[in-house]
């Protein structure tokens, strides 16, 4: 279970706040490159791992 909440956004970037199946508490940031490009970043261990998460694509699901 993830619950997500907007915290913050402007024209390049937008951050969210996402508290983690166990209560943990994440960053996922979405940030527009030079070339348009879309990235997304997350502070969980996951991310450092794989580069790929379950709150990033929880944060694509709801608001992208």
């Not at 907007?6 to 979405?30: N, Q």
């Not at 261990?45 to 694509?60: D, L, Q, V």
Request: hydrophobic share 25%; charged share 35%.
């Amino acid at each position: 279970r993830e619950k997500a909440q907007r915290a913050s956004e402007d024209t390049e970037s937008k951050t969210w706040s996402v508290i983690g199946s166990k209560g943990d508490e994440y960053t996922v940031t979405r940030r527009v490159g030079d070339s348009r490009q879309i990235f997304f970043s997350c502070t969980c261990a996951g991310y450092g791992w794989r580069g790929k998460c379950k709150h990033i694509e929880g944060i694509k699901n709801k608001h992208v």
